[in-house]
């Protein structure tokens, strides 16, 4: 158990349909971090945010936003959401903003039909 | 910008029998590495890292690894494998300074044959 929760553990929801994923850091951690796996494309860093504030972006779609709140946790926000949104996202968490173990959530499956 | 490969998508060793997975890294500085492994319908569990000093790397469940700079790898290697060692594994390449991420190889599938 690395520390880091994730809700719900599966999602399945329609095209076109708007869902929130959240994650919850291991005590202390500061840095958020939010990845996609997917069969095609592997794991891919999506967003990073750091005590609030976002730090570094990859490869995340307009149709997709995140935030961390003031208690550290923090929500992927997926929008208009089409079949190839299916995949796992996961989260990750660090102590600080460089460069740091980074910590994985189980993840969260997202099935869009 | 920071790639990684790892050149075996499927490896199949007898229980019991040595493993070497590989895993090559391309980045313009001394770079961060890591090994994770997860299990069917688990997340990702940190197996080892390597920042700097030694270059031969211990990491959980008697996994280790050997940081090559003039061959850009980062092989992950056990002695004996166990059917529980059955999983995805997967080499990633963090950025110094600043803000980080990770970039992870494709992943290899061990399968162990009893």
């Known amino acids: 158990d690395s520390g880091v929760t994730q809700t719900p553990k599966h999602l399945i929801t329609a095209t076109g349909q708007r869902v929130t994923l959240r994650c919850s850091p291991r005590s202390g951690d500061l840095s958020v971090y939010w990845y996609q796996q997917s069969l095609d494309q592997g794991l891919q860093f999506l967003i990073q945010?750091?005590?609030?504030?976002?730090?570094a972006k990859g490869n995340i779609l307009e149709r997709f936003s995140a935030q961390q709140f003031p208690d550290l946790h923090s929500e992927l926000n997926l929008s208009s959401l089409e079949l190839g949104d299916s995949a796992l996202y996961f989260c990750?968490?660090?102590?600080?903003?460089?460069?740091?173990?980074?910590?994985f959530g189980p993840g969260t499956r997202l099935l869009v039909l | 910008a920071q790639s990684v490969t790892q050149p075996d998508i499927h490896i199949t060793v007898s229980e019991g029998a040595s493993l070497e997975l590989r895993c090559n890294y391309s980045?313009?500085?001394?770079?961060?590495l890591f090994w994770y492994v997860q299990s069917p319908g688990q997340g990702l569990q940190l197996l080892l890292k390597?920042?700097?000093?030694?270059?031969l790397v211990q990491g959980i469940k008697g996994f280790e690894a050997e940081f090559k700079r003039s061959q850009s790898s980062f092989n992950l290697r056990k002695p004996s494998v166990h059917w529980s060692d059955a999983a995805e594994y997967f080499c990633a390449v963090g950025a110094y300074g600043g803000a980080q991420k990770l970039v992870f190889g494709q992943g290899t599938r061990l399968t162990i044959n009893p």
């Open positions: 990750a968490s660090s102590s600080a903003s460089g460069i740091e173990t980074q910590y």
């Open positions: 945010y750091y005590n609030g504030e976002e730090r």
């Open positions: 980045y313009g500085a001394t770079p961060y």
């Open positions: 390597y920042f700097s000093g030694d270059t």
